[in-house]
């Protein structure tokens, strides 16, 4: 459970991460050299007996067959990450390769599972590409791949991600935080930021079938209504309100009423808020008949104490985990191994790792679309890794699902690049 404080501060924050990878040629008049140049090598002369365990798993994981192109879609992404310190040839390949599902799992109606367009490989090209040939009306699904565009390619992008969101607001298709996003490289007082900050209130969609974006749209308002002009601040927010009082009764809808009323408040000052509300009598009853504030239940992310695992070394922990659902088993089975393994006694570990892996597979043989079966899986292959990662590469290729020994395989990559190979 969150306080409604913490939700209001989660609402609002809008992690934009910029990253990028720039080449540089060598300047022609420097060459002294009357030989022709070839360009440097993407990965060193000679690898490191790391470096080339990483490169080997990568390619393994990567050569798995996948049938759901969300999983190829983690693969590829994760892939990527980890090689690109080492080999960026290869990690552009698999950005490539990704970019396309990307855009295929769009055009299809599907929202894919991680973007690639956050990636630091992004190829501006591709990126550009991706945008302009975005159906209008797949914004929203489309929305965190428009943010990774507009900022890893904010130059070649930010022009066609605003044509098509403003293509999406006349189909009444609001992406709020994409609309934040541009509004932030345009520049809040933007000529374009004023338009759209009033064009997406005049352009609403369905209250009940978007119900889920009531927060977005509050946090959108709250982050502009300051720096437009107060009469487009006013209308605004009574649009919202309106909007919001069409919603069904919840915590969601209370906090979004809250954050609303609030932002209002300090756009109009005390005198304005009032007027404006009294102006209109269903944003008006909309405010009256909020309700109390009341805390959202959101789903708690699985969570294991290494600590507790360390406190229990010594004993055995067997009978415990054999009775927890399977997911719990998998990551409390997965810490037992890390603490007891860390500690010396790698027999021990050996066994809570099996429970770990078996569990794992239940996990994935059960999953449905709300469960992240993948970061399960990653989680107990990156504790695996810490104790024995040659020992963890052959659990993860043992894992039944194809997919699954990709993710896993990955994993320990990730972690023999970090720490070295550990046996």
């Given at each position: 459970m969150q306080s409604i404080h913490k939700c209001l501060a989660a609402v609002v924050v809008l992690g934009l991460s910029l990253t990028g990878t720039a080449q540089q040629q060598n300047n022609p008049s420097l060459k002294r050299s009357a030989k022709p140049q070839t360009a440097a090598p993407t990965t060193p002369a000679k690898l490191t007996r790391e470096q080339k365990f990483v490169i080997d798993t990568v390619r393994m994981a990567v050569a798995l067959p996948e049938s759901d192109p969300q999983d190829r879609l983690r693969v590829l992404s994760t892939a990527a990450d980890v090689v690109s310190p080492i080999d960026k040839k290869m990690a552009r390949g698999f950005w490539h390769e990704g970019a396309r599902i990307e855009t295929d799992l769009v055009r299809i109606g599907q929202t894919p599972a991680v973007s690639m367009m956050s990636s630091g490989l992004v190829d501006c090209a591709a990126a550009l590409s991706f945008v302009e040939n975005l159906p209008n009306n797949a914004v929203l699904?489309?929305?965190?791949?428009?943010?990774?565009?507009?900022?890893?390619?904010?130059?070649?992008?930010?022009?066609?991600?605003?044509?098509?969101?403003?293509?999406?607001?006349?189909?009444?298709?609001v992406a709020s935080r994409a609309l934040m996003a541009v509004m932030a490289a345009q520049g809040e007082t933007s000529a374009w930021s004023q338009q759209h900050f009033a064009k997406m209130f005049d352009a609403l969609p369905d209250p009940k079938e978007n119900a889920a974006e009531a927060e977005n749209l509050a946090a959108m308002y709250m982050q502009m209504s300051g720096s437009v002009n107060k009469d487009i601040a006013a209308r605004s927010g009574l649009q919202l309100l309106t909007w919001l009082g069409k919603n069904d009764d919840s915590p969601v809808r209370t906090l979004s009423i809250t954050i609303t009323t609030q932002a209002m408040q300090k756009a109009l000052g005390a005198e304005g808020y009032q007027k404006a509300l009294e102006s209109d009598v269903v944003a008006n009853t909309t405010v009256q008949n909020a309700g109390q504030q009341r805390e959202i239940?959101?789903?708690?992310?699985?969570?294991?104490?290494?600590?507790?695992?360390m406190d229990s070394r010594g004993t055995d922990q067997t009978e415990r985990l054999r009775n927890l659902p399977a997911g719990q088993r998998a990551r409390e089975a997965a810490a037992d191994g890390f603490a007891t393994g860390t500690g010396g006694n790698k027999q021990q570990a050996s066994k809570y790792f099996d429970m770990a892996f078996s569990a794992a597979d239940e996990v994935w043989d059960a999953r449905t679309p709300e469960q992240n079966a993948a970061a399960v899986v990653q989680e107990i292959s990156e504790a695996a890794a810490q104790v024995d990662s040659l020992n963890a590469l052959s659990r993860a290729q043992k894992l039944r699902d194809s997919s699954a020994q990709a993710i896993a395989m990955l994993a320990v990559a990730r972690v023999v690049a970090s720490n070295g190979v550990t046996r």
């Open positions: 699904r489309a929305e965190q791949s428009l943010i990774g565009a507009i900022t890893s390619c904010p130059k070649q992008t930010l022009d066609p991600v605003s044509r098509k969101l403003d293509a999406g607001l006349e189909k009444n298709i239940e959101r789903p708690e992310p699985e969570s294991v104490s290494i600590l507790s695992a």
